[in-house]
């Protein structure tokens, strides 16, 4: 989607009604997300790209908070970064996927080896907002729309192996224009971007606690 750099066209600062109506459309569009937590600062604007990328950005500063694309409101990844545990489900793949993730390839089923989410998978609906985790790496790397129903997802993370088709339709990567346009930023000491070549791997939280025994199954990693 943001394969090239953005220029923005127009850039127009938010009124405070217009900052309620764009809280209240995320509370919609991203239902259970810490929305009004990222929202909370009324100094927001609206920009529009140029160079034939129709998009619209919500902007706080330099940084992209929410962007809409075909009608859908979905967060960036430096907004998914300021929290710690995703505000979207999150489909988890292993390090190798993130190569292909960030090159702008869709993810395919064969890739997933988990979900994590707040709702069972089957009752998640095909176009709903979701986000990719590389397996040992707590910040998204990718956000998109799932290209499947709940049902079928559901049924391919109980198969082995897993069936063949698309998973997520990748909007936004680690790596794109949406991300050079905030500053490039990086989450954590895994993602890596060595002249031009970008990949994710496993990365943990030198101050965090130790993880409990078990926590590893949660993520569905023995799919």
């Avoid at 809280?23 to 920009?47: C, T």
């Avoid at 346009?181 to 965090?208: C, H, L």
Wanted: proline share 10%.
């Amino acid at each position: 989607m943001f394969k090239k750099d953005l220029t923005v066209k127009a850039d127009q600062k938010l009124s405070g009604k217009d900052c309620k109506k764009l809280l209240a459309e995320a509370e919609r569009a991203l239902p259970g997300a810490p929305v009004a937590e990222l929202l909370a600062k009324k100094d927001l604007s609206l920009r529009k790209p140029s160079g034939g990328v129709t998009a619209k950005l919500y902007c706080e500063g330099s940084a992209v908070l929410l962007f809409e694309v075909n009608g859908q409101l979905l967060p960036s990844l430096t907004s998914l970064w300021r929290f710690p545990t995703p505000m979207l489900p999150a489909l988890v793949v292993p390090p190798p996927v993130s190569e292909f993730l960030v090159s702008g390839a869709d993810l395919m089923l064969p890739g997933v080896i988990g979900l994590l989410a707040s709702v069972a998978a089957e009752d998640l609906e095909a176009g709903a907002p979701a986000c990719v985790l590389i397996h040992g790496n707590p910040s998204a790397v990718a956000v998109g729309r799932l290209a499947i129903g709940g049902p079928a997802l559901a049924a391919a993370l109980g198969s082995v192996p897993r069936p063949k088709g698309r998973c997520l339709e990748n909007v936004h990567v680690y790596g794109d224009g949406l991300w050079r346009y905030g500053g490039k930023p990086t989450p954590n000491a895994g993602f890596i971007n060595v002249d031009g070549e970008r990949s994710v791997v496993p990365w943990q939280d030198p101050n965090a606690p130790p993880a409990t025994e078990g926590a590893g199954e949660a993520a569905g990693e023995a799919n």
